[in-house]
Each structure stands twice: as structure tokens, then as C-alpha cells.
């Protein structure tokens, strides 16, 4: 058999390309500059980027008061359905949630937010979020489940680099490029 391990920013949720222009566009919306937005982007991310973190700091160095935290926040959160990847998605509801797995890189209450927000939480058996390496979670499940196929899909090739292959001869990596990759993720599991 084979399980699939996806990560879920700019692979199963179009994090680079469509949530950050909505977010960007949310607070021009609110009377707020991409330039002015950015700068504050640039400090929170280093912190370990939290999208409430951003708006109160936002709102707050630039003495806005027209609109919340909580409703700006709302505003760019509630939108998450419509940045996810539904072809990808597709595919991975004919699979179930017993053959696919979740690992994620980033703030753990930032990540579970988005997760849930676009609702794909019950289509995993489990969803790891890691603040570092993603090597301990997919090598876990590589050695739970010795006897299956393991396809690990990230948009990243450096999380790849320290898994241990020659330990886990059952894993396969896929560089997620765009959804051209798609019919090569499910092709490896055949």
C-alpha cells in the first residue's frame, strides 16, 4: 500500500501566491500600504510569523483605529477556503484519511488556524506541525509503516536534504512544482 505525507503551505494551500496577495490587499482595504504592511511583515516573520501577531502590530505602529485586529484578522482568515489547492484536494478525498498525512512547517497555533479554517483537517490520520525539520515526523512514519510505499510531496527541496533514505528505503520525495506535479504524486504510489 501506499501513504502520501504532504505539506500543506504552497502545496495543499496556496500560501506564496493567492492567501498573501488577499491578506496584502485586506489591509490596502483597511487604508493601509503593501510598503508599510511589508516592513511589519519582514519583523514578525523573523519572530515565527503568527497572521494576529502582524495585524496588532500593524494596527498599532500605525495608530489605525478604523478597524479591529480581530475584525481585520477575521477578514484575511476567513477566506482560507478559497486558497486551497481543490485538485490536489480531489485526489486526496478518493484516497482517504487513512493513507495521507499531514506534515507542516511553522507557528503550531498559526498552522492548526489555517488547517482549520479550510476545513481539510479530517482528510489526514494525523497532521504533525514542526517549528523546525520535518525529518523526525516523516521518518516516524516510514518506520511505523515499513511494509508501504511512503511519498513525501513538499514544495521544498531543502526538506528533503537530511532524511535518512538508505534507512528508510520505502520513502520517495516529490518536489511539489506547481499542479503539473499532480499526476506524478499518484503515479509514484501506483
Known amino acids: 500500500m501506499t501513504k502520501y505525507i504532504f505539506d500543506f503551505d504552497d502545496v495543499l494551500f496556496f500560501n506564496t501566491a493567492q492567501f498573501k496577495p488577499h491578506m496584502y490587499k485586506c489591509f490596502e482595504e483597511s487604508g493601509l500600504p503593501y510598503d508599510v504592511v511589508k516592513k511589519y511583515y519582514d519583523r514578525e516573520r ?23 485586529a480581530l475584525a481585520l484578522t477575521e477578514k484575511i482568515l476567513g477566506a482560507c477556503k478559497l486558497f486551497l489547492n481543490h485538485e490536489l484536494i480531489k485526489r486526496i478525498k478518493k484516497l482517504g484519511p487513512d493513507k495521507c498525512y499531514l506534515v507542516t512547517h511553522g507557528v503550531k497555533a498559526y498552522q492548526v488556524e489555517k488547517i482549520k479554517r479550510t476545513g481539510i483537517g479530517p482528510l489526514f490520520a494525523q497532521i504533525s506541525i514542526v517549528q523546525d525539520t520535518k525529518k523526525w515526523s516523516v521518518e516516524h512514519l516510514c518506520e511505523q509503516f515499513t511494509d508501504d510505499h511512503i511519498i513525501f510531496v513538499d514544495d521544498k527541496e531543502k526538506r528533503f536534504a537530511d532524511l535518512d533514505f538508505k534507512e528508510y528505503p520505502n520513502l520517495t520525495t516529490i518536489l511539489y512544482l506547481g499542479p503539473e506535479t499532480i499526476p506524478e504524486i499518484f503515479e509514484q504510489g501506483t
Open 46 to 68: 523573523a519572530k515565527g510569523f503568527v497572521l494576529e501577531n502582524l495585524v496588532k502590530a500593524v494596527l498599532h505602529g500605525e495608530h489605525v483605529e478604523s478597524i479591529t
